[in-house]
């Protein structure tokens, strides 16, 4: 059977034979749901994590959370955009509750939050190799992409990798990820297999984390294709953020992309970045996100969006959470009625190595251009396969799907 969306959206996971062994067991768990104070609604993508540890993950949509640890968890910390950060003891032998009251504040009238964007976003594009790690690190990190068929999943892969980045005053090209554990469902239904392959996904653990690159806005010849907008600042682990918007105002042959960053006022770090590609010419988005397809088959761009969030820890700012969203429609030219597809992707960091436990990954055991995370995986049917690692937890649509392959695999 073909490979389900060929996607080209696995870059940082395709390795080749396993680097590392498996981690020591995560005997300690803590599970909960975090939801917002005032109405009750569950708060996906809070940041999770153990203080004193480099243990990490991020609630899924439906708040649900699973942190584990090789030590007995006595706190647990919670950070959400525009939520006051909250760190409450662990209660490892029940489900928490964790309710996040919005985040408010009083500016100072000294507080500078307006000026020339252009001027704050070059000055913290400056301070990059200050306020980014100076040493290589290494990382656990989790992720996972889902292909949905409108709105029935048809293909679920999840990865645990290794993330090897050199210091930030260092080229980005040394920087490598390797597969530690991978599996993956796949619908078996011939109608759900189409031989489309698209660009971009998540390479979050190398190639996406633009700081690190200096990709798109933090390129100084790129940014003069767009305006900048200061916009109200907001409160990101209790801190106040200049927030620039970036509105392109230039006709090019390639599409651009609308953008906002998020920049702490007081480090001048960068503590997030949206960015969704611009639709307004499909024949422009198409190419930026279309790498090949059958002749017979039409290709309609939707959305090609990607999120960054980075985290302050010892002084240091790194990439903590990455998710990308590809939304597209296609049909066979001879059908009446096209079909949406949409490809969701994240990566978190679950882990940082102590710096005596650094080592380069093995460049024969690093990604490679020709793989495909589909051909090396295995199936979903061990229930501990994840046990001794930090993951994000399915949602509960999630689950539903899973339970529904595995029923059509065993049929």
Known sequence: MKTILRLLTLLCLLAGPLAFGQTDSLRYSVRGTVVDASGGRPLGYVSVTLPGTNYATVTNQDGVFVIKSDTQPRFVSFSLMGYKSQTVPADPDQMMRVRLNRGQFTLDPAQVVSGDPLTILRDAIYRITANCPDEAELFDCFYRETVQKRQRFIYISEAVTKMYKTPFRVNFGRDRAAVEKSRLLTSPRKSDTLSVKVVGGPVQAVDLDIVKTRDFFLDEEYLEMFDLEMMDPVMLDDRRQFVIQLTPIVQQDFALHHGTIYIDQ????????????????????????????PMDIRFRPKEMSLLLNYKREDGKSRLSYARTVFRFNCDARKRLFNTEFTVIAEMVVTNRYPTADVAPIDRKEAFRSNEILADKTQTYFDPDFWKDYNIIEPTESLENAIGRLKREESN
Request: no cysteine.
């Open 266 to 293: 007081e480090t001048m770090a960068f503590s997030r970045i949206e960015m969704t590609l611009d639709m307004s010419d499909p024949e422009k988005a198409s190419r930026a996100m279309l790498v090949s397809k």
